[in-house]
């Protein structure tokens, strides 16, 4: 299975994570939480609100091990590698930390500086993991992530089918286990150690990386894609009758699981889906930005009396759909403005001195040939070098 193969359907299902963390975000800022807990809330959207950001967040850690194993060229450069991933999120994270600064505010130093280098969850304390962007927490644990993820896929890359599924069990009653004996713990001590903590939330990274070396191998036995996005919705109602943390991550883990190898899958058959259209496609290009500033929008509506705690159905659906709007187009304007411009512009960077390098080796070291060689056709290219060239196009396929 080619490794450069696109997987649609994966960066659709992306922006559905990023709404439904959206959704529960808006639920808590929205409503008050005294006049909504004491009704009978058992219905399947209900469920989907109150735990989304659990399911969200967890779904993008499994995809970001699934993805990087999927997409990580053997031979790459640790450096390279790591170089690529902050080229990637730390321009849109510092440039929603400081308008973060503006919009919520009340960020000291401490506040400020794990912000600023995305290290506030390894701090057991919530006024600085929560503060400024709330949401930037989780980047916090991909950085670690990032660290790790070379050493992580060197081991496991030595491993059978039966030592990955091993794994992946492994890492599924990890998650389980920690959760439970969390059950009893103050509620700060569960958040933190359960939710927050990076080496905790790596065993979702792990797995991740683990089911992409299964589905690569076609060791991979799971449901298909209706089926496994069928098993979520039943996953997040059970939440409702689980206490915390069980019920934030630990109940959907499998189904969400599932749902990122099932897709994988689907687009690597070739079989379209409502995930892999291109409107759904954009939008899940855009669900990082989108990500990061559709907390700040929420903070600003609720900041400028647009977003009022008691109203009518319509005024509500209104409310709603303002700052959704709103919501997108600074996701746009992140994307297009800040995320795609620098990431172009660093990696630019980085990459021309290094061919600079390379050309002033090939003018000083290469021999004096004469022009005619030079223009030599390919068919006349000398069989020695084509040998040389065939195990280089053999291993950029290899795992």
């Known amino acids: 299975m080619d490794r450069n193969s696109r997987l649609p359907s994966l960066t ?66 640790t450096t390279t590698f790591w170089w690529r991933r902050f080229t990637k999120v730390y321009p ?5 930390t400081v308008a973060a600064v503006f919009i919520v505010g009340g960020a000291g130093p401490l506040q400020l500086a794990t912000h600023l280098t995305l290290t506030q969850s390894w701090l057991p304390r919530r006024d600085v993991y929560t503060a400024l962007n709330i949401v930037s927490w989780s980047l916090s644990c ?21 030592g990955l599924w091993a794994i992946a069990v492994m890492m599924v009653e990890c998650v389980a286990a920690l959760a ?40 991979w036995r799971g449901p298909g894609l209706r089926w496994s996005l069928a098993l979520v919705l039943p996953a997040m109602v059970a939440g409702l009758f689980a206490p915390y943390p069980v019920n934030e991550h630990a ?41 990061l500033v559709h907390f700040l929008v929420i903070i600003g509506f609720n900041r400028t009396g647009l977003l ?6 319509a005024q509500a659906l209104v409310a709603t759909v303002s700052v959704l709007w709103f919501s ?17 512009l660093m990696r630019r960077t980085a990459s021309a001195p290094a061919a ?16 005619q060689r030079r223009e030599l056709p390919a068919h006349a290219v000398p069989a020695q070098r084509a040998s040389t060239t065939r195990p280089r196009s053999r291993a950029r396929h290899a795992l």
């Open 12 to 77: 659709g299902l992306r922006w559905v994570a990023a709404f439904i963390v959206f959704g529960q975000h808006l639920l808590e800022q929205y409503y008050n939480p005294q006049l909504v807990a004491p009704k009978p809330v058992r219905s399947a959207v209900w469920a989907l609100l109150a735990h989304g950001g659990g399911l969200g967040v967890s779904f993008f850690f499994v995809l970001s091990g699934f993805v990087l194993a999927w997409s990580f060229r053997p031979g790459t450069p």
């Open 308 to 313: 009022p705690h008691q109203a009518g159905p």
């Open 328 to 344: 997108l187009i600074a996701a746009v304007l992140l994307h297009h403005g800040v995320e795609l411009p620098a990431l172009r």
């Open 92 to 96: 849109p994270a510092i440039v929603t």
């Open 142 to 162: 991909e950085v670690f992530f990032y660290l790790c993820f070379p050493l992580l896929l060197a081991g496991l890359r030595r491993l059978g089918p039966a």
């Open 251 to 291: 109940l959907t883990l499998v189904p969400v699981t599932c749902v990122v190898a099932a897709a994988a899958r689907a687009d690597l058959f070739g079989r379209k889906t409502f995930w892999s259209r291109p409107a759904m496609v954009y939008l899940g290009e855009l669900s990082f930005a989108f990500y």
């Open 356 to 371: 600079g390098r390379h050309r002033r080796i090939a003018l000083t070291s290469a021999p004096a040939v004469p022009r």
């Open 180 to 219: 439970t004996n969390l059950v009893h713990a103050s509620h700060d001590t569960a958040g933190w150690v359960g939710y927050v903590l990076p080496p905790v939330r790596m065993a979702e990274f792990t797995l991740g990386v683990t089911v992409a070396l299964l589905v690569r191998s076609g060791a």
